[in-house]
């Protein structure tokens, strides 16, 4: 999959632009404050229906307008082409695949599956467990077509069931457990067997940046797995009355980065640790490309920010090798190094919200 066209209305600073992306790498460079980020973020809006520099869209959204519009025809794995476009005003989103209104934006997600790396990506490995969990459904629901609609039913009953402890309505309590139980076994089998698909090219990877011995990922269920999930909600119940929600199960789900047996994050360096996260993020993109035949999107924010020149050279290499399209931003063009052994390449420069080709 790669984006043959993009037009860009009234995302931050660009008011209208449209390009001709290369379906390999893109280079887009550009001063401080120029626009860099929004191009990027652009993109994500189109695959995500969100931004990943703020919760509130509106910020995004140009000051003097009062939507955004992010259009794409992107020509898929199999030779097909699909138009994909989101419209956003702040309240509502409007998401169009090849003319055809949709309702969800998953539809989006699978016709443009994408991965940030960015300055903040650290968090991934540094914040709170939403990160990760997403971060792992992102993967199963590309892997796997019959996840979303399981981990849709058990958020059902989860939310379902929450419902009923808040107004202590215990007389459906059962019916909902039941539901819970069997939705949310199966997404935790699931999130296991994709990690185990997973693990391999996730340490092939890590081994060409970082010299890492023990290391290992591990899942988080949710809940203790010695024990079944329905006998764990039961003997949860009283907390859960108390509290008013639901303490165990995979929406508590996590995965943990360990070396040697300790949280990753508490034993490497800052550098190190973005080296983990990148690698994270490619082992997804190549695990798609892997098994699917489906190239996804990287997208790169601030290339220098992130890497030291040597890794910058090394990560070049590998997506140049990995065939599927990339858009990096710098402020200089030597941030990218030795453009040499980059074949097929398109460079964008950008300027008070202005991309042309260079
Ligand atoms: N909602 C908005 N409307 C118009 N301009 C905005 C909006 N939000 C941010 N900007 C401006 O857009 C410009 C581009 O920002 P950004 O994409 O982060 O630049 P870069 O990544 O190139 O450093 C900045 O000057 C910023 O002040
Ligand atoms: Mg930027």
Redesign the pocket.
Known sequence: MSLSKLDIY?????QQQSISPSPAINLIV????????????AIFILGRAKSF?CSAI????????AHLVVSAQTEQTNGSRVQLGIQMDGKTIEIHINQQAKQNRSDLAYALPLQLIHPKSYELLDGGSQLRREFLDWGVFNHDQNFLPIWRRFKKALSQRNALLKTRRLEQLNVWDKELVYYGTIVDGCRQRYLEQFKPVFSDIIGKFLAVEGLDLKLVSGWDLSRELGHVLINDRDKDLRYGFTHSGPHRGDFQLLINNRLAKDVVSRGQLKLLVMSLKLAQVQLLANEQNQSGCLLI??FAAELDAINRAKLLRYLVDMACQVFI?A?EIQDFGDLSQIKDYKMFH?E??TIKPV
């Open positions: 009234a995302v931050r600073n660009i550009g001063e401080n404050a120029s626009g860099k980020s929004a191009l990027i973020e520099r509106k910020s995004v959204i140009n000051f003097n307008q924010d601030d931003t402020t950008v008070h919200g």
